[in-house]
Structures are given as C-alpha cells and as structure tokens.
C-alpha cells in the first residue's frame, strides 16, 4: 500500500491551496480518509476525514468552514480543499486511510499513512 501526497508550498495568509492524495490500494472506495496535519512540536491533529462513500465528513475545530475534504473513487484519490489560510496552518500534511467505512479522529485508527506535504503560510 502506499500514498502520496502533494500539492503542498507557500502560500499567503487568506490564500488558497489544494491538496491531494492517490491511494495505490486495492478497493479503496471501501476504505475511510482522513487528512492529519502536524506542526514543529507539536503532536499530530486531525485536520478532516470523509467515510469511504463520501456521504459523510468531520473537521477540526480549526479548520471548519475554511476546509473542504473530498474523494474521487474512482480515480483513488482523496483531496482538501484549504481557504482563508493561516499562518498557523502551517504545518506538515498527511492523508491517512483506514479499513472501514467510516472516519475517526484518532492516529491509531488509521492503518496507513502518506510521506506527508509540507504547507507553509506566509503573514
């Protein structure tokens, strides 16, 4: 199984920027999502997940109503869509997938992880 990450860089505050992580994994429409993000000393937090149909979404406290998840089965692919950014967004980004149709918000829950994408946002 792997997953990579991308779409990651510098960005103004209040900018965009959308990230995106292809699976290559087998019946991924069968496996939940989640992006995590993780800030220079700080522990790993959950950003948003989406269940494995799409139907069915969570964010952090954070990010919600600036943050958008979303997936593409067909193409195994699960994106976030990131507005209004904030310096302190700035962190590393990690899509994340788990065996099971629905989303958590917990690190342990997931059984695979990407190589992480590194946002920055500028003042």
């Known amino acids: 199984v792997q997953l990579q990450a991308f779409g990651g860089g510098l960005v103004q505050a209040g900018g965009p920027l959308r990230l995106s992580c292809t699976a290559c994994?087998?019946?991924?429409?069968?496996?939940?999502t989640a992006w995590f993000r993780q800030a220079p000393g700080k522990d790993r937090e959950f950003v948003a997940g989406?269940?494995?149909?799409?139907?069915?979404?969570a964010y952090g406290d954070s990010v919600k109503g600036r943050f958008t998840i979303s997936r593409d089965n067909a193409k195994n692919t699960v994106s976030l869509q990131m507005n209004s950014l904030k310096p302190e967004d700035t962190a590393v980004y990690y899509c994340a997938v788990r065996d099971g149709l629905k989303y958590y918000s917990h690190t342990y829950d997931y059984h695979y992880w990407g190589q992480g994408t590194e946002v920055t946002v500028s003042s």
């Open positions: 989406i269940n494995y149909r799409g139907g069915s979404t």
């Open positions: 994994l087998p019946n991924f429409n069968m496996w939940s």
